[in-house]
């Protein structure tokens, strides 16, 4: 159990990483703040973690299972895009909690419209989720983060940037900011003993993956790999 007594913030834990990586700390005995904006979907997430026969982990090939206890996780709705949001959701850790270890900025919407036609409001929404989030959610949960005296902040980016899809153009723009985000904010807080560090994910067959890119695409992605896919 790695991650024993260690408190969790999960952003856009609803969706199909987010819920891997919710699932993957709960088995290592972390507690889970899992956040999302949808409330159906979180709904489904404790349904499905709160199951009496444990929920499913698969990673390294081998799936085992975990049962969740019944205080490790916490599902709150927030807007990562909403400072607000962002503040009421610190309030309710801090309420709960007290203290947090690490912080994964998880939470994000990538679709694909070609430049000419992306709208300004498109644009901005894109930014504002992918960026923007964040960094409000950073802000906010900041304070309790230096309770821990060992925090982690970890932020998920896009392997995108390096290939410049070109029809994502506001969220490969977003994610490459996140990168910048990322190593200055580890600048700014390695003072306090906290490290801040970036994924840059390549295709992943969560759910608007396989709504957005025929199975053809996805399986030549998979072929590429260097290992095999689990
Ligand atoms: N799937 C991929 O191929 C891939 C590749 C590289 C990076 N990523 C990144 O990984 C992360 C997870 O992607 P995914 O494929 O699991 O997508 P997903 O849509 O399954 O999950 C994203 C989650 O974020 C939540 N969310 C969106 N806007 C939000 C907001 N304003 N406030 C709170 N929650 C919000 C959604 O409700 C959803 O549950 C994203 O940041 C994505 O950009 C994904």
């Not at 049962?67 to 996780?73: E, G, I, Q, W």
């Not at 989720?129 to 230096?146: E, H, Q």
């Not at 306090?192 to 957005?212: E, F, K, Q, R, S």
Request: contains cysteine.
């Amino acid at each position: 159990m790695r991650f024993s007594n260690k408190f969790v913030i999960i952003t856009g834990a609803a969706g199909g990483i987010g819920s891997a990586i919710t699932r993957r700390f709960l088995s290592e005995g972390a507690k889970v703040c899992a956040v999302d904006n949808r409330t159906e979907a979180l709904n489904q997430l404790v349904l499905d973690l709160d199951s009496p026969f444990g929920f499913a982990v698969a990673y390294g090939g081998r799936p085992s299972y975990s049962a969740v206890s019944p205080d490790a996780l916490l599902a709150i709705k927030a807007d990562v895009s909403s400072e607000s949001s962002c503040k009421n959701l610190s309030a309710q850790v801090q309420q709960t909690w007290g203290a947090v270890d690490i912080l994964v900025n998880n939470a994000g919407k990538f679709p694909v419209t070609p430049f000419e036609e992306i709208s300004y409001a498109e644009w901005r929404e894109v930014c504002a989720i992918n960026l923007d989030g964040p960094f409000l959610v950073t802000l906010a949960i900041l304070p309790l983060i230096k309770v821990s005296k060992t925090g982690r902040i970890i932020n998920i980016s896009s392997g995108s940037i390096f290939a410049g899809t070109p029809d994502q153009c506001h969220y490969v723009t977003a994610k490459a900011g996140v990168i910048g985000f990322t190593r200055s904010l580890a600048n700014a807080l390695g003072q306090h003993n906290i490290t801040v560090n970036a994924i840059t994910p390549g295709i992943t067959d969560t759910p608007p993956i396989i709504a957005l890119f025929p199975a053809a695409v996805l399986d030549k992605q998979a072929e590429a790999r260097a290992i095999e896919p689990i």
